[in-house]
């Protein structure tokens, strides 16, 4: 699959009749796409998934002036396809996030694992689900604050290309300034005026201490480097047991011996894996 969000070239444009809006998603072209979705990012879609798979995906059949599903799934199935199959897959892939999610969190890497870091060695985090971006830049606001110049490090990661591209660009809404506590909002964020009015915009310096990266979770992690703590959070609900098994897995021995692997409070690995054992809610450690 190519690192792009390419939005389909000329020659992959359809002569026939551009779709009206009203492209029915059939029962076997909406397999097609929840066998798809699942072969590359591990995501089990239910029969409910129907409409938010056609209405996603209408964009694009409009986009590229194609009449049917159909037509969309043998055109990012083709080898001139791949650029299109990668945006077929950031649409269908992207998660609801906020700044500082879960609180108690945040409060267990302020008051657990900043104060117990073994000195001389940098502090890495990894944000494996990381979405626009939100989650990162919230764990580098708390790591700044606390360890300031001191070497920390925070890798975020996604299978999506586009919501990379938006998180690089830490440039939000203005109404996610209320998700932010106000000394952190006075002190890394900046608020556009003019043409930005109505923006919010993460500042330079902070986003220079978060790398981003394309991973698909479903892969083995290369060149990533040990972490001290991952965050992997509202993404396991959208895998069956065997994915989660396999997910965790290939993130595992990624986690330094007792580091923390943190979850949602509506996610557990109970029955995923015996590497870690439960803290408190949602954080797990593993094993020295």
Known sequence: MHNTTGHGSPEHRHSGHPPDGHAILRDNEFAQFRDMIYRIAGINLSPAKKQLVASRLMKRLKHLNLASYGEYFKLISSPQGKAEL?????????????????????????????????????????????????????????????????????????????????????????????????????????????????????????????????????????????????FLRNVMIYFDMETKRQVVSRLLPRLRPGGYFLVSHSESLNGVTDEVKLVVPAVYRKHE
């Open 86 to 230: 990668q945006v077929a897959v950031d649409a269908l892939t992207t998660n609801e996030t906020h700044f500082f999610r879960e609180p108690k969190h945040f409060d267990f890497l302020r008051n657990r694992v900043i104060p117990a870091r073994k000195s001389g060695r940098g502090l890495r985090i990894w944000s494996a689900a990381c979405s626009s971006g939100e989650e990162p830049y919230s764990i580098a606001m708390l790591l700044d604050e606390l360890l300031g110049n001191e070497p920390w490090e925070v890798v975020a990661s996604d299978i999506s290309t586009h919501v990379l591209a938006k998180a690089r660009s830490g440039l939000y809404p203005i109404v996610r300034m209320p998700e932010i506590p106000k000394h952190y909002l006075n002190r890394y964020c900046l608020k556009g005026v003019g043409e930005h009015d109505g923006t919010l915009l993460i500042e330079q310096s902070l986003r220079d201490r978060v790398r981003f990266v394309q991973h698909n979770l479903t892969e083995t992690p290369d060149k990533l480097g040990d972490f001290d703590v991952i």
